[in-house]
């Protein structure tokens, strides 16, 4: 029975789930008791056998975990007493990580709501259908060909129509214009999306004829309908037509566009209905569907362009291109958020650094008592978990702390984020979030407690023990020397970020948008039909209305456009050459009033601005230098002529009679589309946009529109007023919210790396103290000993900031969506984060080093 | 020892393997299969520990004073020297005496409700 | 007897609070008040049990099937309709058979060891 038998070995491996501790405390006997017992139970038999092994395994399994338990319990006693006895240190540990832990949460908050948490099922096998040429422009789909879809494309579970719909809502107070969506009536199964409140349409609620039903928004069900459950069977007037509420969906669903402030929902039929007895061409519709299991898209578009219509536009190279749901709702987003999560993990490396580097020391302090546990018999393994608990409870407290400081900053962090991030309302710490936190905890506790555990098992118990504390090990040395290196390179490459982004805010703040926003006022108007039915009435009532308010007191110049740069919401039109049977140009087609350039303060470059002679139907059209570039490259555009497709129908002839210099557009592009302004009294459009030049704010001059409005009708909703200038600090909100986060990042990031360079530095001088006291006994100069410590100093800064310049080499490109006219690697923001760090970096080792030359060599050396 | 000062009755109630191994090493010093197979011949069976069961109780009981280990060891023909044998401490012995009598309460309440009598009987 | 033995014996050994719950309302229906006072005086005042523990046990008592709520009540005039009384089920009466069967079996194996309990 000597020597190891193959059941021996098994039972030698079922004892290592115990601790340490406890196999060695047990183990010998355990395995001579299993030798008996196998022995004996061989001679009952291979039951007996098969029982045996049942019960031991069982056995173990039960009894480990809770010896492990024992083990963890007593450990952590133990982290906390050490706590209590180095309160300073301690709370410098902890408020480190929970820097560095609440960062990362309150991050990750903000990615969990925006790009992790879809209100829809399964939305990996959503996708938007979308028909495009080769240059990437869009042809319309048609009603029809979502039907044949459906019925001959198996690839697809289902697919769904969608378009948007804006009625005026009467009878409840003022007149409001609503954003409603309509929706296939299968769209909401679709998505999987059910209502908090009744139901969704039903299939016969979307075709012809149907009663007109409207599923209403959660925030508009608790905003306007005071949130009353009772409201199912109440009945809105849209458009002057009675709708029937039958739903009201839960708070998280915001259709699939991910719009904000959804008023509801309607039947796509219905939508589409409406749109054609209005007399509008009701052609397009947006496609959305659910791919099958397992279906590539590229087998789904394949068969999709095989189901084509004759009806739906056949022309060269248009084919069908599925993109991911979710793609279209947050690529934009996407990068950009993982990007500052990624600045903020480089805060949490920054933040282990640190307190691994405190620890170290700490290991040090504490290697008399670690070498008398292993002279006791303390195996590595031991040494290295008791203290990985002690570094668990330090990060668990830091979370904890970091929970805090992740739920205060939330609320800035919000109101910093452009409004233009989708799913902003529904950023909350929820239980993924304090996983997330958790797990961050965890992770950090085995980052930073890693190195000092490792290092302290090493430790030569002999010569701990011989209190030769005198000199420090050169390899603890490296270790926080590499540290402190790399908290440096992380700070550089995080300063270099964050002046990126500051550089593009700031380039963009004053940039000249291209025109004058301030002191002007905007209000939106939208004409509804079917009370004004064509260009006839829609220009009496803006003639009217421009009539009247230039009376009024405060307003000092007024001019209308269907579109105010940066505000979004535009008029297009195709335009091609005279003659031509060819290529249009899609552009954007500002309708404006004639004095609309003086007063917008938009210079016209070439040729002339519009007069009061231009008006009705003398053509004069104004095209924006990018237009210009475009259409006649190196060539004079003035007195050109355009055929003229407005998206509202209408054919005609313009002539070019001015350039003016480019707008910036609503996009974060600096560089403008092909723009050209057309005025009213030409192509007249029902959506007007009223600016007013008035010394007065938004709130005193609302009435004054909304009652002028009202006084040629009263039943028109007029939209908010706000200040142009509003609008222009709105389109740069992203960058402001980027800047403005990686340099708190940075600045977290700058204060921890000066912190660690002064612990390690002054932690030097205080090991050192005795051998300073001899060399200044002996006739060292001050000015040498501040030397040494400073070169110490300067090369790990040195060295860091160079480490630091190529990893921010490496990582801004991870910024470029968002950089306007700066390269990621734009040399003097480069040279300024590295000069910010080397300052940093010396003067916190000056300040550090400076102690040494004050020790007193006598007292020094008493000690 | 100190454990002479302390309270039985805070230790209990005992587990029933704990009890068990109490009751094993009633009869004399004895090393851990000799203590699993005491309890196994006790119960009919019915309780057999495994070693793992077993030497988690047996830490438990050394912590709180229960048990030692014995120094007397048996002739050298018949030692296997990773062994090592336990005591029941009198600390221990008033312990399962507590736990016994607690046992004994608890029957003594259930005759009380007559619930033994067998169903029809009532 | 109509139970699965594996059943019963999967109860055991049951936890004192739910072993002297279960004595208390063999006899005759208690409400939960009645329950601790009955306790405290078959165990001569050594177990008092708090209301928190009572019916923390009582809920797991009875999805475990031991006990149930009754409905009939008593007279009205000592009535409190705020009480709810409890009885012991077949299955409870089975549970504490096994229970007392193992703790005398226990006690018989004590007494064998010489750990001879003073009052007996």
Same mark, same amino acid.
């Given at each position: 029975m000597r020597g190891r038998s193959r059941a021996d070995r098994v039972f030698r491996l079922l004892l290592r789930l115990f601790p340490s501790e406890f196999r060695g405390d047990f183990g010998d006997e355990m395995s001579a008791d299993f030798g008996d017992e196998r022995a004996d139970a061989r001679t009952a038999g291979r039951l007996a056998i098969v029982r045996l092994w049942w019960r031991t395994i069982a056995g173990s399994l039960k009894t480990a975990p809770r010896e492990h338990l024992a083990v963890l319990v007593r450990d952590a006693a133990y982290g906390l007493r050490l706590m209590r006895k180095y309160p300073l240190p301690t709370a410098a540990a902890i408020l480190t990580i929970a820097l560095g832990v609440g960062a990362n949460t309150a991050m990750f908050t903000v990615v969990n709501a925006v790009l992790l948490q879809l209100p829809f099922e399964d939305p990996a096998r959503l996708v938007s259908v979308l028909r495009q040429d080769a240059q990437g422009r869009s042809a319309a789909i048609p009603l029809t060909q979502l039907r044949t879809w459906n019925e001959r494309v198996d690839a697809v579970e289902s697919l769904a129509g969608y378009t948007m719909s804006s009625p005026v809502w009467t009878g409840a107070g003022a007149p409001d214009r609503l954003r409603l969506e309509c929706f296939s009536a299968n769209m909401f199964s679709m998505l999987g999306a059910s209502p908090a409140i009744g139901r969704t349409f039903a299939a016969r609620e979307d075709s012809p004829g149907a009663p007109p039903v409207v599923v209403v928004s959660h925030s508009f069900w608790s905003d306007r309908l005071g949130g009353d459950p009772a409201s199912i069977g109440r009945v809105l007037t849209l458009d002057g037509v009675p709708v029937t509420v039958i739903g009201v969906m839960s708070k998280e669903f915001d259709g699939p566009r991910a719009l904000r402030r959804l008023d509801g929902w309607i039947p796509l039929t219905s939508c589409l209905e409406s749109i054609r007895s209005q007399g509008r061409t009701a052609g397009t519709i947006n496609v959305y569907g659910r791919l099958k299991r397992d279906i590539s898209p590229r087998v789904a578009e394949e068969q999709m362009d095989g189901a084509v219509d004759q009806a739906t536009s056949r022309r060269d190279g248009i084919r069908v291109r599925l993109v991911p749901l979710t793609e279209q709702i947050y690529g934009d987003v996407k990068k950009p958020l993982l990007a500052l999560l990624g600045a903020a993990g480089f805060v949490l490396l920054i933040a282990c650094a640190n307190v691994a580097s405190l620890l170290l020391g700490r290991v040090d302090a504490r290697r008399k008592e670690l070498a008398v546990r292993a002279a006791l018999g303390c195996s590595r393994a031991r040494v290295v978990r008791q203290l990985l608990t002690e570094s668990m409870v330090f990060a668990l407290c830091g979370g904890a702390a970091g929970l805090l400081i992740a739920n205060w900053s939330l609320g800035a962090l919000v109101s910093l984020m452009p409004g233009g991030i989708r799913r902003i309302d529904h950023i909350a710490l929820d239980g993924y979030v304090l996983a997330a936190c958790l797990a961050l905890s965890t992770g950090t506790a085995l980052l930073f407690g890693l190195l000092p555990a490792l290092y302290a098992s090493r430790l030569d118990p002999g010569a701990a023990l011989k209190e030769s504390a005198l000199l420090t090990t050169p390899s603890r040395r490296r270790i926080r020397g590499a540290l402190i290196i790399s908290e440096v390179a992380l700070s550089v490459a995080l300063v270099a970020g964050a002046g990126l982004m500051m550089k593009t805010f700031l380039h963009l703040r004053p940039a000249n948008p291209g025109f004058e926003p301030d002191g002007k006022l905007m209000a939106t108007i939208s004409l509804p039909r079917p009370q004004y039915a064509d260009g006839l009435s829609w220009n009496a009532f803006?003639?009217?209305?421009?009539? &009247?308010? &230039?009376? &009024?007191?405060?307003?000092?110049?007024?001019?209308?456009?269907s579109y105010v740069p940066l505000s979004g919401f535009i008029t297009g039109a195709e335009v091609h050459h005279v003659g031509s049977d060819g290529s249009t140009l899609s552009v954007w087609s500002p309708r404006v009033t004639p004095d609309y350039f003086s007063e917008m303060g938009i210079p016209v470059l070439r040729g002339r601005t519009f007069t009061l002679r231009d008006d009705a139907g003398a053509g004069a059209a104004i095209v924006n230098e990018t237009m210009a570039r475009r259409m006649w490259p190196g060539q004079d555009p003035l007195g050109r002529q355009l055929v003229f497709k407005s998206d509202l129908g209408r054919v005609s002839t313009k002539t070019i009679v001015g350039v003016s210099r480019d707008v910036r557009?609503?996009?974060? &592009?600096l560089t403008a589309r092909p723009e050209m302004y057309v005025l009213f009294a030409d192509d007249p459009v029902p959506v007007i946009r009223i600016v007013v030049k008035t010394p007065f704010s938004a709130e005193q001059m609302a009435p004054v529109i909304r009652q002028e409005a009202a006084a040629i009708d009263p039943r028109l909703p007029v939209g908010d007023v706000e200040p142009v200038a509003e609008i222009v600090a709105r389109s740069v909100a992203t960058w402001r919210f980027a800047a403005s986060l990686l340099a708190a990042f940075a600045g977290i990031a700058a204060t921890l790396a000066a912190v660690g360079l002064f612990a390690v530095v002054g932690g030097s001088v205080t090991e050192r103290t005795p051998e300073i006291g001899v060399r200044i006994a002996l006739g060292a100069g001050r000015g040498t000993v501040l030397r040494f410590f400073l070169a110490r100093g300067a090369i790990l800064t040195v060295v860091g900031v160079t480490c630091g310049l190529a990893l921010g080499a490496l990582t801004t490109r991870f910024l470029t969506a968002w950089l306007v006219d700066a390269s990621p690697l734009d040399r003097p923001t480069f040279a300024a984060a590295a000069a910010m760090m080397a300052t940093v970096g010396l003067s916190s080792t000056y300040l550090a080093a400076r102690r040494a030359t004050r020790i007193d060599p006598l007292s020094a050396l008493r000690s | 020892m100190s454990a002479s000062r302390r309270v039985p009755s805070e230790l209990l109630p005992l587990t029933p393997a704990m009890f068990? $191994?109490? $009751?094993?090493?009633?009869?004399?010093?004895?090393?851990?299969?000799?203590?699993?197979?005491a309890v196994a011949r006790h119960t009919d069976d019915r309780v057999v520990l495994s070693t793992g069961t077993l030497y988690g109780i047996i830490k438990r009981l050394l912590a709180e004073g229960l048990i030692v280990e014995s120094r007397r060891r048996p002739a050298a023909s018949l030692d296997d020297e990773r062994r090592r044998y336990y005591r029941l401490t009198d600390f221990g012995r008033r312990v399962a005496i507590a736990e016994a009598e607690r046992l004994e309460d608890m029957i003594a309440v259930v005759r009380a409700t007559r619930l033994l009598d067998e169903p029809g009987t009532a | 007897m109509g139970f699965d033995n594996a059943d019963v014996e999967a109860l055991l050994p049951l936890p004192p609070a739910t072993f002297h719950i279960l004595m208390a309302v063999a006899g005759e229906d208690r409400?939960?008040? +009645? #329950? #601790?006072?009955?306790?405290?005086?078959? @165990? !001569?005042? +050594? *177990?008092?049990?708090?209301?928190? @523990? *009572?019916?923390?046990? #009582?809920?797991?008592? #009875?999805?475990? !099937?031991?006990?149930?709520?009754?409905?009939?009540?008593?007279?009205?005039? *000592?009535? !409190?309709e705020r009480r709810r009384y409890y009885r012991i089920t077949k299955f409870g009466e089975a549970v504490a058979r096994a229970e007392t069967r193992r703790l005398q079996g226990l006690v018989r194996l004590a007494r064998a060891s010489g750990f001879v309990p003073k009052n007996v």
């Open positions: 803006l003639g009217n209305l421009l009539q &009247r308010l &230039r009376h &009024r007191a405060g307003v000092e110049a007024i001019v209308a456009t557009d609503s996009g974060s &592009r | 068990h $191994v109490l $009751v094993a090493l009633a009869d004399g010093d004895q090393h851990g299969y000799a203590i699993i197979k | 409400h939960g008040y +009645a #329950i #601790i006072q009955a306790i405290s005086v078959r @165990t !001569d005042g +050594a *177990l008092r049990m708090s209301a928190g @523990t *009572l019916y923390r046990s #009582i809920q797991r008592m #009875i999805e475990q !099937d031991l006990i149930v709520e009754v409905h009939e009540r008593p007279a009205p005039e *000592l009535d !409190d």
